[in-house]
Protein backbone atom coordinates (compact mmCIF):
# COMPACT_ATOMS: atom_id res chain seq x y z
CA UNK A 1 0.00 0.00 0.00
CA UNK A 2 1.44 2.90 -0.83
CA UNK A 3 1.38 6.04 1.15
CA UNK A 4 0.79 9.80 0.24
CA UNK A 5 1.90 12.73 1.16
CA UNK A 6 1.42 16.23 0.58
CA UNK A 7 4.35 18.45 0.04
CA UNK A 8 4.47 22.62 -0.79
CA UNK A 9 6.97 23.11 -3.42
CA UNK A 10 7.99 26.59 -4.78
CA UNK A 11 8.39 27.29 -8.12
CA UNK A 12 9.80 30.30 -10.53
CA UNK A 13 7.53 31.26 -13.20
CA UNK A 14 7.82 33.54 -16.24
CA UNK A 15 4.52 34.20 -16.44
CA UNK A 16 0.93 34.02 -14.86
CA UNK A 17 0.34 31.25 -17.99
CA UNK A 18 3.19 28.86 -16.57
CA UNK A 19 2.01 27.91 -13.44
CA UNK A 20 -1.10 24.82 -14.69
CA UNK A 21 1.57 23.15 -16.88
CA UNK A 22 4.70 23.26 -14.18
CA UNK A 23 1.95 22.08 -11.96
CA UNK A 24 0.74 19.21 -14.00
CA UNK A 25 4.19 18.34 -14.83
CA UNK A 26 5.33 18.11 -11.32
CA UNK A 27 2.42 15.89 -10.59
CA UNK A 28 3.28 13.65 -13.27
CA UNK A 29 7.07 13.54 -12.09
CA UNK A 30 5.55 12.35 -8.51
CA UNK A 31 3.55 9.15 -10.02
CA UNK A 32 7.13 7.60 -11.17
CA UNK A 33 9.20 5.19 -9.01
CA UNK A 34 11.80 6.56 -6.65
CA UNK A 35 14.43 5.02 -9.06
CA UNK A 36 13.31 6.80 -11.84
CA UNK A 37 12.97 10.07 -10.19
CA UNK A 38 16.16 10.17 -8.78
CA UNK A 39 17.86 9.62 -12.17
CA UNK A 40 16.06 12.24 -13.76
CA UNK A 41 17.12 14.42 -10.78
CA UNK A 42 21.10 13.66 -11.38
CA UNK A 43 19.97 14.84 -15.50
CA UNK A 44 18.17 18.20 -13.85
CA UNK A 45 22.06 19.05 -12.50
CA UNK A 46 23.86 18.55 -15.71
CA UNK A 47 23.78 21.71 -18.38
CA UNK A 48 25.05 19.40 -20.88
CA UNK A 49 21.99 17.01 -20.23
CA UNK A 50 19.52 19.93 -20.28
CA UNK A 51 20.86 21.66 -23.62
CA UNK A 52 20.36 18.30 -25.11
CA UNK A 53 16.93 17.41 -23.77
CA UNK A 54 16.44 21.45 -24.81
CA UNK A 55 17.78 21.14 -28.50
CA UNK A 56 17.65 17.31 -29.28
CA UNK A 57 13.70 16.38 -27.69
CA UNK A 58 12.15 15.51 -31.11
CA UNK A 59 15.12 13.13 -32.04
CA UNK A 60 14.89 11.28 -28.09
CA UNK A 61 11.22 11.24 -27.86
CA UNK A 62 11.48 9.63 -31.39
CA UNK A 63 13.76 7.18 -30.67
CA UNK A 64 12.06 6.22 -27.04
CA UNK A 65 8.58 6.47 -27.51
Known sequence: MAIISTIEV???????????????????LAKLDLDVLQKLSELSKSPN????????????????I
Open 10 to 28: EIAINTPFEIKPKTEALKA
Open 49 to 64: AISQLKNNFGMIKGFL
